[in-house]
């Protein structure tokens, strides 16, 4: 069955330091795209970064970049040069080939000044 | 390009009472589903859309229903509302032009069940 565990219920961080957000996923589909998500207080979940299990590289997206690892099963999120404004809520997610996201039960971050 | 619209934003209903929200998705995305957010449970899926079939369920009972429209607008309707029902109710659209295509969410509908 397909999972996402995310093992960090809320993490710290000091302004502009980089944080790792830890993501290992479970699923027998071949084919399947993991994603992170942010969602702050307001409610509106917002698109960070992409990696599909075919791809060779870890994707980078601005400050977000995925490390991703295949036969770990793992995809934690990296964010340099953290912000104030990262505070949130983080989910980690999986897409294979049944059109639906499975989603971790999140990370809080919470950037210190 | 506008993003992922739901209206209303926010809705107060009482037991047994019926609601409908509405997901307007980014131009050209074919793709509609929806899930629901609650501090129990998590984000848990509930369907998708796509060119007006839909093409998975999650595990909702059956007062939870759904529809799509041939401008790929979704609406979602909950029947005889029951307090658990109270949650944030996110709409996600999708291009879909491959199975793992990327889902962009709009900012929710949140659900009070008094």
């Known amino acids: 069955a397909q999972k996402i565990t995310q093992t960090q219920p809320g993490m710290f961080v000091q302004e502009k330091e980089a944080v790792t957000l830890d993501c290992t996923y479970d699923?027998?589909?071949?084919?399947?795209?993991l994603f992170w998500y942010k969602q702050p207080s307001s409610g509106e979940m917002i698109f960070l970064i992409y990696q599909g299990s075919y791809d060779q590289q870890n994707a980078t997206e601005g400050r977000y970049s995925l490390n991703f690892q295949k036969a770990r099963k793992s995809a934690n999120l990296v964010i340099s040069a953290s912000q104030l404004g990262d505070s949130a809520m983080y989910f980690c997610a999986m897409e294979d080939s049944s059109y639906k996201l499975i989603f971790g039960s999140g990370t809080r971050l919470l950037v210190r000044p | 390009k506008a993003g992922v619209t739901q209206t209303p934003r926010y809705l107060i209903k009482t037991r047994g009472q019926q609601v409908t929200l509405s997901c307007s998705p980014i131009s050209g995305h074919r793709s509609v589903s929806w899930y629901q957010q609650t501090p129990g449970q998590g984000l848990q899926f509930l369907f998708e859309?796509?060119?007006?079939?839909?093409?998975n369920k999650g595990n909702f009972p059956g007062r939870f229903s759904g529809r799509q429209f041939s401008n790929s607008r979704s609406e979602m309707n909950v029947s005889t509302l029951e307090l658990g029902d109270s949650a944030l109710y996110l709409c996600a659209s999708s291009l879909r032009a491959i199975s793992t295509d990327t889902q962009y969410f709009g900012p929710g509908t949140r659900l009070t069940v008094l």
């Open positions: 699923t027998s589909d071949p084919s399947y795209g």
């Open positions: 859309y796509f060119s007006e079939t839909q093409r």
